[in-house]
């Protein structure tokens, strides 16, 4: 498909349970900047929860938009076929 850019995902989605990991520079970069973040706000108790909650929506909201679709996996599909009676 000519003139479509192809979209390079920052976060794949775990084997198992719910949830992404980095694969690309940058979704390591944003990971450590909300590690950072997390890290000052710790130092301004006041500013804790509401912080803690605005910079994790912030990482949900990326890992979203430029990681694969999440869902609740177990592992291949392939191998729990496998092992059926």
Do not use: H
């Not at 592992?75 to 059926?84: R, S, V, Y």
């Amino acid at each position: 498909m000519r003139g479509v850019p192809v979209k390079k995902l920052w976060f794949k989605a775990k084997k198992y349970g719910w949830g992404w990991y980095p694969v690309t520079w940058q979704g390591w970069a944003v990971l450590l900047g909300y590690v950072a973040v997390n890290f000052l706000l710790a130092m301004s108790f006041i500013l804790l929860i509401p912080g803690v909650i605005i910079s994790t929506s912030l990482l949900i909201y990326i890992c979203w938009r430029t990681g694969e679709r999440p869902s609740w996996r177990w592992g291949d599909k392939k191998e729990t076929t496998k092992n059926a009676p």
